[in-house]
């Protein structure tokens, strides 16, 4: 086989890979209240029992911020839980000052809780804003 031909080959053969979808890195979250929020993550969708602790992302008031993941949200959902769906949940900063983090995932003390499919976020834009329009 000529050198040239081998070249073609393995040109071809990588050409399926380079097709492959790009994977969504950044969530964006949109906060139109006047209090600082915090935004927490959870996948064991349906599962009511979330519990939570230090982590999350802090949103100061009327802002927007873009949530990285380095292995792409889309691939995360999408291995964590057979329904592809995201669990956003909204804790007024408030909130983290009166109640430490058991009470508030014991008392259900959320501002907002999303559940979000993976088709919900990609029509629109990976963008979540809070409160709901």
Request: hydrophobic share 35%; net charge neutral.
């Amino acid at each position: 086989m000529k050198k040239r031909d081998l070249i073609t080959l393995v040109l071809l053969s990588i050409l399926p890979f380079s097709c492959v979808k790009p994977r969504e890195t950044n969530l964006h979250f949109i906060n139109n209240t006047n209090y600082t929020i915090l935004v927490y993550d959870w996948y064991s969708y349906p599962d009511t029992n979330f519990y939570f602790e230090w982590g999350g992302w802090q949103i100061p008031a009327n802002s927007q911020i873009s949530m990285g993941s380095k292995n792409g949200w889309d691939n995360n959902i999408m291995k964590r839980n057979n329904e592809n769906v995201l669990m956003l949940f909204v804790v007024h900063e408030d909130t983290l000052k009166k109640y430490s983090f058991e009470q508030i995932s014991q008392m259900y003390l959320f501002s907002k809780r999303y559940d979000l499919h993976l088709s919900d976020l990609e029509s629109s834009g990976w963008t979540v804003t809070y409160p709901p329009n």
